[in-house]
T-cell receptor
């Protein structure tokens, strides 16, 4: 069974600084997708970034980037120049066979 | 208007009641999903549907049923609600064209069972 582990229940960062959220996953597949979702207090689930396992290049979306280490089954999210609006729960998710498996989430606090 | 609409947004009900949560979408997606979110547990898949005639159980389907009334509508029912079904429920959709792996979520229904 696929599992996704987020080992940091909570993280904090100063505004304008950089923070990295960790995610590891377990799979025997070679082709899959990984995602980071953001859930602000408004409770919406917002797709932040996606990574295709067959691509070696790390995905980047503006201030958000990932460090994808396929052999280590690691998929961390780096947020640069943190903003107050980045405060949220962040969920890592693994996609295979048309379904998503989520980690338990990391609560990110951004301090002014 | 939201692409994926869930109703109601919040609901408080009593143990033993039958509850229906509704989801409709205007994205034209074939695939629809119901998830449950509990504090500290992330999202868990309850049921999913790849088209009107295809319904599949997820990880935690016990105590729930679904109906795919049309391509755009997917309802989740709790036949006899119990307090440990108190949670935040999400509907999501995905398409069959790239990026088909991306799931698009509604705003959630917060359900409290007393």
């Amino acid at each position: 069974a696929q599992t996704v582990t987020q080992s940091q229940p909570e993280m904090s960062v100063q505004e304008a600084e950089t923070v990295t959220l960790s995610c590891t996953y377990d799979t025997s597949e070679s082709d899959y997708y990984l995602f980071w979702y953001k859930q602000p207090p408004s409770r919406q689930m917002i797709l932040v970034i996606r990574q295709e396992a067959y691509k070696q290049q790390n995905a980047t979306e503006n201030r958000f980037s990932v460090n994808f280490q396929k052999a280590a089954k690691s998929f961390s999210l780096k947020i640069s120049d943190s903003q107050l609006g980045d405060a949220a729960m962040y969920f890592c998710a693994y996609h295979m066979a048309e379904k998503l498996v989520f980690g338990k989430g990391t609560k990110l606090t951004v301090n002014p | 208007d939201a692409d994926v609409t869930q109703t109601p947004r919040n609901r408080i009900t009593k143990t033993g009641k039958r509850i229906m949560l509704e989801c409709s979408q205007t994205k034209g997606h074939d695939r629809m999903y119901w998830y449950r979110q509990d504090p500290g547990l992330g999202l868990q898949l309850i049921y999913y549907s790849f088209d009107v005639k295809d319904i599949n159980k997820g990880e935690i389907s016990d105590g729930y049923s679904v109906s795919r009334q049309a391509q755009a509508k997917f309802s989740l029912s709790l036949e006899s609600a119990i307090p440990n079904q108190t949670a935040l429920y999400f509907c999501a959709t995905s398409g069959t064209t790239a990026p088909q792996e991306d799931q698009h979520f509604g705003d959630g229904t917060r359900l409290s069972i007393l």
